[in-house]
């Protein structure tokens, strides 16, 4: 199976201030058909899980474009420019090249200073 | 306006069963491969299942195999999830979701989630 490590677990930040969350995967994510099936996922408190990210770098609609994602291979990165008060809550990323299984990142909670 | 809307979770004894259900509506459910995930109180994401579009392919978590059974009703555009042998460490919110192409082979991805339902295996 596909390992997904997340850091950091916990991310404090101060509100306007840009923020970097760090995905790893075990082995590499590159699909035979040349995609990369990289995604991330946003969970606020006390609701389910939202796409904010596909295939590494594509925002979903409704998405802000203060959240952006990266990288390749085996490391990705997710990145919100300037942190609003919404963007509380837990992210996740997924990878759905090699599965089953499916597989998530651990999660990072990102909270307000 | 995509919905999937999920229902059937109860609290349940140890070795009980429990039949999970997902309503969609908004698009083409023939067309998609779905998907249980799960999230245990104040704990990540495991996906649980999945199943083709046709409903002809299937595949498990190994915390699962022998135990649950995903099926669909194209007709109805429902998703369920047979629940037999539940376990306290199946105590979870169940989410089902819409993947992002028929098959379930590679590709995964979700692009919408319902909005859970509360499975609680307790004595």
């Known amino acids: 199976d596909v390992v997904m490590t997340q850091s950091p677990l916990s991310l404090p930040v101060t509100l306007g201030q840009p923020a970097s969350i760090s995905c790893r995967s075990s082995?590499?994510?590159?699909?035979?058909?040349?995609?990369?099936?990289l995604s991330w996922f946003q969970q606020r408190p006390g609701q389910s899980p939202r796409r904010l990210i596909y295939?590494?770098?594509n925002r979903d609609s409704g998405a802000p474009d203060r959240f952006s994602g990266s990288g390749s291979g085996t490391d990705f990165t997710l990145k919100i420019s300037r942190v609003e008060a919404e963007d509380v809550g837990v992210y996740y990323c997924?990878?759905?090249?090699?599965?089953?299984?499916?597989?998530f990142g651990g999660g990072t909670k990102v909270e307000i200073k | 306006e995509v919905q999937l809307l999920e229902s059937g979770g109860d609290l349940v004894q140890p070795g009980g069963s429990l039949r999970l259900s997902c309503a969609t509506s908004?698009?083409?459910?023939?067309?998609?491969?779905m998907s249980w995930v799960r999230q245990a109180p104040g704990k990540g994401l495991e996906w649980v299942s999945g199943i083709s579009s046709s409903g002809a392919d299937t595949n498990y978590a190994d915390s699962v195999k022998g135990r649950f059974t995903i099926s669909r009703d194209n007709s109805k555009n429902i998703l369920f999830l047979q629940m037999n042998g539940l376990r306290v460490d199946d105590t979870a919110t169940y989410y089902c979701a819409k993947q992002i192409v028929p098959s379930l082979s590679g590709r995964g991805d979700f692009e919408e989630w319902g909005q859970g339902t509360l499975v609680i295996v307790s004595s």
């Open positions: 082995q590499s994510l590159v699909h035979s058909d040349g995609n990369t099936y």
């Open positions: 997924m990878q759905g090249t090699h599965w089953p299984p499916l597989t």
């Open positions: 295939r590494v770098s």
């Open positions: 908004g698009f083409n459910f023939y067309n998609r491969a």
